[in-house]
């Protein structure tokens, strides 16, 4: 049922965001990936093909735990593709 209100939308596509987000983490481990590292606060998720389909907000798979991996924000920030500084490939 779509709401008519649009702060209580914005608050239950938040709290369906988070929910999503905490069970892709627990699915992912809950720690860092980065061997030696054994973070487990403030993770990220990192999506190995930065720039494929299943990268995307809007993509139905973007909750999925393939093809991603979990980062704290130091080993993330060492990525190519962080913060989309890598450029996008030119074919």
């Known amino acids: 049922m779509p709401y008519k209100d649009k702060e209580k939308r914005r608050e239950y596509q938040a709290r369906w965001y988070q929910e999503k987000r905490a069970n892709l983490i627990k699915l992912l481990g809950g720690k860092c990936s980065v061997p030696a590292c054994e973070a487990t606060e403030n993770l990220e998720v990192h999506h190995i093909e930065p720039y494929s389909k299943r990268s995307r907000p809007n993509s139905s798979s973007y909750f999925d735990p393939l093809g991603k991996e979990l980062r704290c924000p130091e080993h993330h ?5 962080w913060r989309r500084k890598r450029k996008r490939k030119v074919a």
């Open 77 to 81: 920030s060492h990525t190519d593709s």
